[in-house]
């Protein structure tokens, strides 16, 4: 099956400071997107890319997707300790206009300190 | 603002024993997904279901798995006869027609067997 690489796989940040992690595919996807799980909860969709090349802002949030369509980034500014969590994105395939499977990187655990 | 639900939070089961895992995937949603989460690993897909029917399902969806959509409502996986590694996090997830790259997702299922 198809392989998500993201990373990085953790990060400890201050309080303030800006956060950028992306994930690579070897295949394409037709749309990225990046999750955030809290401990013990179901992932929270941030932002969902669809279009190649597209950057899409959300709050404090940015995220692109690259333009081969093999890959995408996050970036978080001026982070606040809420931001804790695990940052997975997600490829989503088409398979037939039936399927939106999506297809998880291993995540990234983000640290922030007070 | 709606949501996926899902029941129980927390099931305890000895090996060999069936379980039924429920969701309420959002109202009009048409694409109903099971994915599971190792404790500590990645989210792993395990079966789309549209229409009534499965649409895909992954090499970890054998025979003892199955999935019903018994009413308009309610979605489930069945695990027929557990066994040790059948020990994860569930999640449902759905998507609706028309905006297919936004995937919700519940908040889990925590299945422990022992």
């Known amino acids: 099956g198809q392989q998500l690489n993201q990373s990085p796989q953790s990060m400890f940040i201050q309080e303030g400071e800006d956060v950028s992690m992306n994930c690579t595919s070897s295949?394409?996807?037709?749309?990225w997107l990046w999750y955030k799980q809290d401990p013990g909860e179901g992932p929270v969709l941030l932002i969902a890319?669809?279009?190649?090349?597209e950057l899409t802002s959300n709050g404090r949030l940015t995220a692109q997707f690259g333009i081969t369509r093999k890959d995408s980034f996050l970036n978080i500014s001026a982070s606040i300790p809420s931001d804790v969590g695990i940052y997975f994105c997600?490829?989503?395939?088409?398979?037939?206009?039936?399927?939106?499977?999506?297809?998880f990187g291993k995540g990234t655990l983000l640290t922030v300190n007070p | 603002e709606p949501e996926v639900t899902q029941t129980p939070s927390h099931q305890v089961t000895q090996m060999g024993q069936e379980v039924i895992l429920r969701c309420v995937p959002i109202?009009?949603?048409?694409?109903f997904y099971w994915y599971r989460q190792i404790l500590g690993q990645k989210v792993e897909f395990l079966v789309s279901?549209?229409?009534?029917?499965?649409?895909?399902k992954s090499e970890i969806f054998d025979d003892q798995f199955s999935v019903e959509r018994p009413d308009g409502s309610n979605f489930t996986l069945k695990i027929r006869s557990t066994k040790l590694e059948d020990s994860a996090m569930y999640f449902c997830?759905?998507?609706?027609?028309?905006?297919?790259?936004?995937?919700?997702f519940g908040p889990g299922t925590r299945l422990t067997v022992t």
């Open positions: 997600a490829g989503q395939e088409n398979s037939g206009g039936s399927n939106y499977k999506l297809t």
């Open positions: 295949s394409i996807f037709n749309t």
């Open positions: 890319l669809y279009k190649a090349g």
């Open positions: 109202s009009n949603h048409l694409y």
């Open positions: 279901f549209y229409n009534n029917e499965i649409s895909e």
């Open positions: 997830a759905s998507n609706r027609q028309g905006v297919t790259y936004e995937q919700y």
